[in-house]
């Protein structure tokens, strides 16, 4: 699994910066790297070419969340005054407000058991038109799993190549899909601390063995790395072959890919067959560029390790939900007195 050494050095390096900048050794509660103008609103533009600065803002807590309007359409023009925040039933000052501005760092996650055939040979195109849709500082990695997952490409800018190598990709064996999904997570908070994260799943969601993680483990990691899921779950017509001859493999059901996508967020897109990838990618696509950015600094100042519950409402009050339908993480984890002194993702 991961390297705890590894991870502790990365961690502690927004530390440093922050102690040269402030003069300060001890940082508040919930450390966290967020946008120069995090009180402001508005990403600051570094000149031509980038669209972002970034500094160290102690103790902000960046929440992310798609919202739909009442017969369902994706809500698109809501400002910062819309927007409700609690941290456990407390309502919190919304200090920065921004939609798809923080750059991208993106997991595509590609089932490639024999089930997945068909699907996979229709993704190459599919992905590359999806992908192009990012902006030109979006990132992207490609993992591909069956029992176990495997990091095919780090995080590139460069779509083509993550299209062909997911032509490459092979399809045999079993499935393990929370294994894939805690791996993608843990990647992209390791490597891409300062942007946004989003895993997008392609696969049947047909999980047939036991990995080493399981939902709950997912859910929590996606939480500590601040990592929405999205599935693209392609339905018909896949089934395991062996020697051209059909197998029916025995599914291991606790499982659960809605409810790792409705914990963390995202959603599951339904692609009823192979030859509906591109619609459904194009979807997804859109779904993160459609996401509200808001920061808040938690009035809770205890480091006892705990659960804190977000909730967000759109159009509504602190004591009423609103019209709007919101999609977000379900919270996060504080830090505790042994971590405390060090920066992690709330």
């Known amino acids: 699994?991961?390297?705890?050494?590894?991870?502790?050095?990365?961690?502690?390096?927004?530390?440093?910066?922050?102690?040269?900048?402030?003069?300060?050794?001890?940082?508040?509660?919930?450390?966290?790297?967020?946008?120069?103008?995090?009180?402001?609103?508005?990403?600051?533009?570094?000149?031509?070419?980038?669209?972002?600065?970034?500094?160290?803002?102690?103790?902000?807590?960046?929440?992310?969340?798609?919202?739909?309007?009442?017969?369902?359409?994706?809500?698109?023009?809501?400002?910062?005054?819309?927007?409700?925040?609690?941290?456990?039933?407390?309502?919190?000052?919304?200090?920065?407000?921004?939609?798809?501005?923080?750059?991208?760092?993106?997991?595509?996650v590609v089932d490639r058991s024999s089930s997945m055939a068909p699907a996979v040979r229709e993704l190459r195109g599919a992905a590359y038109d999806a992908?192009?849709?990012?902006?030109?500082?979006?990132?992207?990695?490609?993992?591909?799993?069956?029992?176990?997952?495997?990091?095919?490409?780090?995080?590139?800018?460069?779509?083509?190549?993550?299209?062909?190598?997911?032509?490459?990709?092979?399809?045999?064996?079993?499935?393990?899909?929370?294994?894939?999904?805690?791996?993608?997570a843990e990647y992209l908070g390791r490597a891409a601390p300062q942007r946004r994260h989003a895993v997008i799943l392609i696969s049947d969601n047909e999980n047939t063995l036991k990995g080493y993680t399981g939902d709950s483990d997912v859910v929590r990691e996606a939480l500590e790395t601040q990592t929405v899921i999205y599935s693209v779950r392609v339905g018909e017509g896949l089934q395991a072959r062996y020697h051209g001859l059909p197998v029916e493999l025995p599914l291991y059901r606790d499982v659960s890919v809605p409810r790792v996508t409705g914990a963390t967020g995202g959603e599951v897109i339904e692609a009823a067959n192979s030859r509906e990838l591109d619609a459904a990618m194009a979807t997804v696509i859109e779904r993160l560029k459609q996401r509200y950015t808001l920061g808040y600094q938690s009035t809770n100042h205890r480091y006892d390790g705990g659960f804190r519950r977000i909730e967000v409402r759109a159009g509504g009050s602190s004591a009423s939900p609103g019209p709007y339908t919101v999609y977000t993480r379900r919270g996060y984890y504080a830090p505790d007195e042994r971590t405390a002194s060090r920066p992690r993702h709330p």
């Open 1 to 108: 699994m991961r390297s705890v050494l590894a991870r502790g050095i990365l961690a502690l390096l927004p530390l440093i910066l922050f102690t040269r900048l402030t003069g300060q050794t001890t940082p508040a509660y919930g450390a966290q790297t967020a946008p120069a103008d995090a009180v402001g609103g508005t990403p600051a533009d570094q000149g031509p070419g980038s669209g972002f600065k970034l500094k160290v803002d102690v103790g902000l807590v960046l929440v992310e969340a798609t919202v739909r309007e009442p017969e369902g359409s994706i809500a698109e023009h809501l400002g910062r005054q819309d927007f409700r925040v609690l941290e456990d039933g407390v309502e919190q000052e919304i200090r920065y407000f921004s939609r798809d501005e923080l750059p991208l760092a993106v997991a595509l």
């Open 131 to 184: 992908l192009a849709q990012l902006k030109p500082e979006d990132q992207v990695a490609l993992f591909a799993f069956q029992a176990r997952p495997e990091r095919l490409e780090a995080l590139t800018s460069d779509r083509r190549r993550i299209a062909d190598d997911v032509a490459a990709i092979r399809t045999a064996g079993a499935t393990v899909i929370s294994d894939a999904l805690f791996e993608a």
